[in-house]
């Protein structure tokens, strides 16, 4: 039996990962993008509110979950943490599957995962892509966002793996650093490569 080659797309904060995603699904590549599962599912109507709630009294509304009050909820309580991701997690996983057969005929799929090497994931892929810039570069685009301050900037890096042991662990890197058509230009040569790779199984 074959399936797709499993590509996971990682990067720290502000290194242009949706761009690149972006990319590949323009190039044709399913992508499967977890942050949009979670978001939809704890969204208005979403299936995972009503567990949440149970669970968590007070932290989801008529718009889906209130991120803050939730958040309020499980930091710093690594108990509380947990039993958010035993509701989570498995669910995501669940959506994962069903994508995978879907695509089972594509010859390469990406996994679009910001915690790929945090969380453990990088086993669960065939190839590991990380998109990456210089330190400058991405400073000048996170601290452009709304909301953002160097204090929140500080605390995201100390969370993720750092870039240059992300580079080191990485089968293939993007470069977003550049103009958005040599990443481009980057990308589709890449995808042609990954295509030529034979099915893993």
Known sequence: MTRPLIVGLTGSIGMGKSTVAAM?????????????????????????????????PGSTGPEGVLREKLGALVFGDKHALARL???????????????????????????????????????????????????????????????????????????????????ARADHIVDTGVSIEETEAEVLALIERLKAVSDPL
């Open 85 to 167: 991701e035993a509701i989570v997690h498995p669910a995501v996983a669940e959506r994962r599957a069903s994508f995978l057969e879907r695509h089972a005929e594509a010859p390469l799929v990406v996994f679009d995962i910001p915690l790929l090497f945090e969380k453990g994931g990088a086993d669960a892929v065939d190839r590991v892509v990380v998109v990456s810039a210089p330190a400058a570069v991405q400073r000048e685009r996170v601290l452009t966002r709304a909301g953002m301050t160097e204090a929140k900037f500080a605390d995201i890096l100390a969370l993720q793996t750092p870039d240059a042991e992300k580079r």
């Open 24 to 56: 590949f699904a323009g190039a044709g590549v399913p992508v499967f993008d977890a942050d949009h599962e979670v978001r939809a599912m704890q969204g208005p109507g979403g299936a995972l509110v009503p567990t949440i709630e149970a669970a968590f």
